[in-house]
């Protein structure tokens, strides 16, 4: 039976400052979406930045990472060189868990970045 609420919408990273090192958002475990299948909400804002990086990667032990192509044949990053909201799909079918880095480059004073998952919830369909 179809949930009445089979959208999920979860807080990967709250708007944030970024650093030059690369920081993980949270990890997303994939037995909660139907077919492996999550959209990464992106809310950048550039301030001082040149540009932030945003890696994807799965896991089957939510230790070991590998980076993982989106749907839209981009690789396994994206760079972001001016203030954008975009949403990124990611085909992730066959693994257990997921999450998103990012790492900004140059000077990151006022430059932050949010980052959401959506999904439609495992058994809602």
């Known amino acids: 039976m179809a949930s009445s609420s089979p959208n999920k919408v979860v807080a990967a990273r709250a708007a944030a400052i970024l650093t030059t090192a690369e920081v993980a958002a949270a990890t997303l475990d994939l037995n909660e979406t139907y077919a492996g299948r999550v959209s990464v909400?992106?809310?950048?804002?550039?301030?001082?930045?040149?540009?932030?990086?945003?890696?994807?990667?799965?896991?089957?032990?939510?230790?070991?990472?590998?980076?993982?192509?989106?749907d839209g044949g981009d690789g396994v990053s994206h760079t972001l060189t001016a203030t954008t909201t975009k949403a990124v799909p990611v085909q992730a079918g066959g693994w257990k868990f997921f999450k998103t880095s990012a790492q900004g480059t140059g000077t990151v004073t006022s430059s932050s970045l949010t980052l959401n998952y959506r999904y439609l919830r495992r058994g809602s369909q």
């Not at 990086?53 to 989106?70: A, F």
């Open 41 to 70: 909400d992106i809310n950048f804002t550039l301030g001082s930045l040149t540009n932030v990086v945003l890696r994807y990667y799965v896991s089957m032990d939510g230790t070991n990472w590998t980076p993982v192509e989106t």
